[in-house]
């Protein structure tokens, strides 16, 4: 244990930050594998949501210094492929 109170206060400050990242890391990945978890299923409409709610998280968490701004691009990128990859429900196919 820290024996000074400059280090007890350290072990503190420390331990606050700790849990302030903890609890956003785990709000990202919510966000993120119920997006996986829609395109999994299939339902492009689900995704597409999941998608659009999961995005300005990831751009928060790079700009705030959680994850490195090249790796929410990655996780953006490749979510919006599989997004494109899966067909549109027959209802909402546009007439050609």
Partial sequence: MANTPQARKR???A???RNANVSQR???RTYLKKTVKALDAGDRVQAEAAFKAAEPILDR???KGFIHKNKAARHKSRLQARIRGLQLP???VPAV
């Fill in 11 to 13: 072990v503190r400050q």
């Fill in 15 to 17: 331990g606050k930050r």
């Fill in 26 to 28: 785990s709000m990202m």
């Fill in 61 to 63: 968490m790079a700009r």
């Fill in 90 to 92: 027959p209802a909402e």
